[in-house]
């Protein structure tokens, strides 16, 4: 007997809750296979794709869903990231400008084409990405710690550390741009202030609650690497 397409929803999430993955994605396969143009069904089986690793099907149970809702911007998106995930960047950076252009006002769907354009190394197109991200959200945390991390590459510790002190104004905890400012202290001759950073308890909670194999904390840890 065929389940009905909103039961199934449920029913998967609730699985997904239990830690029953498999059973989720079987739950969300019979559900599409009976509803093959139920968007929430095939959007909900893509993401599921895409959090279990298969990017590639996932890519393809996205772009039906988009086929059929090509104004929704997050179905959009998601193809995006399984595209990009399944490391086909061209395609990605196609699909994250479709996402962009339908919503406009959302500033983390131009630092996701800034990020593939990264990749693709096309530094330039990145940073204007990211700040065309800062003038939607002058707050974007994505934003400034990328543009900390191009300007870097190019030789500007000063405004890659000024990019950073904005990114931890709004994420104090981010573990990649305190790591950063760490190691952009340290080259910038700040040995004192970056010991001092690596060692407070705003470093050490944004790191892994799981030490490394062979260490008793993470605490333990950091100081190895000192």
Do not use: W
Not at 57 to 84: C, F, H, M, W, Y
Request: aromatic share 4%.
């Amino acid at each position: 007997m065929n389940i009905d397409a909103d039961t199934a929803l449920q029913k998967a999430q609730e699985q997904r809750n239990a830690g029953a993955l498999d059973e989720a994605l079987r739950t969300l396969r019979r559900a599409t296979k009976a509803h093959p143009h139920h968007v929430p069904l095939l959007h909900a089986l893509g993401l599921e794709l895409d959090r279990q690793a298969h990017h590639l099907r996932a890519a393809q149970t996205l772009s039906k869903a988009a086929e059929l809702a090509p104004t929704a911007a997050d179905i959009v998106n998601d193809l995006g990231n399984a595209l990009q995930a399944s490391r086909q960047f061209e395609a990605a950076a196609g699909a994250y400008r479709r996402a962009a252009d339908l919503a406009p006002s959302v500033a983390g769907l131009r630092s996701n084409i800034g990020h593939v354009l990264q990749m693709l190394g096309d530094q330039t197109g990145a940073r204007t990405e990211f700040n065309a991200a800062l003038e939607i959200d002058p707050r974007s945390v994505a934003a400034h710690y990328q543009l900390a991390v191009i300007t870097l590459g190019e030789g500007n510790p000063n405004d890659a550390l000024e990019h950073i002190n904005k990114c931890t104004e709004v994420d104090s905890y981010h573990p990649e741009a305190l790591s950063l400012k760490v190691i952009l202290l340290m080259q910038m001759g700040h040995e004192d202030e970056a010991q001092s950073l690596h060692n407070t308890e705003q470093f050490l909670k944004s790191q892994p609650l799981e030490p490394p194999a062979g260490y008793a904390n993470i605490r333990e840890f950091n100081r190895a690497l000192e």
